[in-house]
């Protein structure tokens, strides 16, 4: 039930693993992406900011720029360049409001103020002229810009309110964050399935491009095979032509069905089938093909089995069954007479089956990748029961393998739906 178990976990959630990791990689992009575009306006911002000469003429500078003299206040002749560079005004009030100095002072303004209109004032406004106040002993001197040249406004928070968005602060975070991880699921998820869908078109359109012309090679060659006018070497390579294009005719089946499978893109024509009338059918067809003394099939089939029922597609099924015989047959490296043994047996409502043989049993590099660990450098071909591990699989069913003390490999598959 181990190997059950590690089957289960990597079927189920190979593809939530494959899907996860798209999903972080369009989650990273996300963040990557906002990132880079907030860096590039606070950037613009930036220069935006740098480039704008918007700052006020330091009242402290100005003042120090100022002379008295016996009619006023004179000042400085590059300040007052200053002032004209920049559109900026500015006047000096006494310690009555009334105005002693002024340079560029908009007419609209008057030359004297109150207390109340000095308290106005420092609101940072004064009729819409953004200002800017500095108290010099007893004297205020005020510096002024244009209209529409400066944007300014008190902002207070109370303490109260300043507690709530520091304890909401995470949960804001958190809330953004999820938002992000939903927006990646959905993208992930639509693109993941029009890739997996074009990916499926594509190997049915290039397989249907290629059976037409493989039918012909494989009908010619047949034709030349079977033609006593030729001569014997010809026949026998008419005769390989023939038999490499049924290879590539399976691996062109196998290339659909694993595609199909792996995507979850087959139909599964699920009706009420027992395992017994399979099992024992396709190993009667191996043995009526198989020449004599080189296969042997012991059946053990107890009496709950026989009538055991399970909902499945019996096509494939029969794919899956022919599959594993096959590939004891082919790849088992027995010297002599190849012999099976399938097991059919009823365990708490469950069906078993188990086919083992007496070849050389599973290298660790076949049961490494049978179990989902393939590695880099694997290069032992087990296309035929990567299909059988996979429909069993689609089917729910579990699957294991492993090899024998006494010599041999096995595969024992489990169907969870019995019927009867």
């Known amino acids: 039930m181990k190997d059950f178990r590690k089957e289960k976990v990597n079927y189920n959630y ?32 930036a220069v935006a900011y740098v480039n704008t000469d918007s700052s006020y003429i330091q009242g402290g500078k100005v003042m120090e720029a100022l002379t008295p003299t016996e009619s006023g206040y004179e000042l400085d002749g590059e300040m007052a360049e200053e002032f004209e560079r920049q559109d900026q005004w500015a006047m000096l009030l006494d310690q009555t409001g009334q105005v002693i100095w002024s340079i560029r002072k908009p007419e609209e303004l008057e030359d004297q103020y109150t207390q109340s209109d000095i308290a106005r004032m420092s609101k940072w406004y004064l009729k819409g002229y953004p200002v800017q106040m500095r108290v010099w002993d007893d004297r205020i001197m005020i510096v002024g810009m244009q209209r529409e040249m400066m944007w300014k406004y008190n902002i207070e928070f109370s303490i109260s309110w300043m507690d709530f968005v520091k304890r909401t602060f995470w949960v804001f975070f958190f809330i953004n964050f999820v938002w992000i991880v939903v927006l990646a699921f959905i993208f992930t998820r639509r693109f993941t399935k029009k890739r997996e869908r074009a990916r499926i078109e594509w190997i049915a359109g290039i397989s249907h491009d290629i059976r037409t012309p493989l039918s012909m090679v494989m009908g010619y060659s047949d034709t030349l095979e079977h033609a006593e006018e030729l001569p014997e070497e010809a026949r026998q390579q008419a005769s390989v032509i023939r038999h490499q294009s049924v290879v590539m005719k399976e691996l062109i089946s196998d290339l659909n069905l694993t595609s199909q499978l792996e995507y979850s893109m087959q139909t599964l024509r699920k009706e009420e089938t027992r395992p017994a009338e399979i099992v024992r059918a396709v190993a009667v067809s191996f043995l009526n093909d198989a020449m004599p003394g080189m296969l042997e099939i012991e059946m053990e089939i107890d009496e709950s089995g026989e009538q ?22 082919k790849h088992g490296g027995q010297a002599d007479t190849v012999k099976i043994k399938i097991s059919l047996w009823e365990e708490k409502r469950k069906c078993y089956i188990r086919f083992q043989d007496n070849g050389v049993g599973y290298s660790e590099e076949v049961l490494r990748r049978l179990q989902g660990r393939k590695k880099e450098g694997d290069a032992e071909n087990i296309r035929g029961l990567e299909i059988v591990r996979k429909i069993i699989l689609a089917h729910g069913g579990k699957i294991g393998f492993g090899n024998c003390e006494e010599g041999g490999g096995y595969c024992v598959i489990l169907f969870p739906n019995r019927l009867k």
């Open 308 to 329: 055991m029922v399970v909902k499945a597609d019996r096509q494939l099924l029969v794919r899956a069954f022919r599959n594993l015989i096959n590939n004891s047959v």
């Open 14 to 45: 190979k593809k939530i693993l494959r899907f996860f990791g798209y999903g972080v990689l369009t989650v990273l992009g996300m963040v990557f992406l906002t990132g880079v575009l907030n860096i590039i306006f606070l950037i613009s911002a």
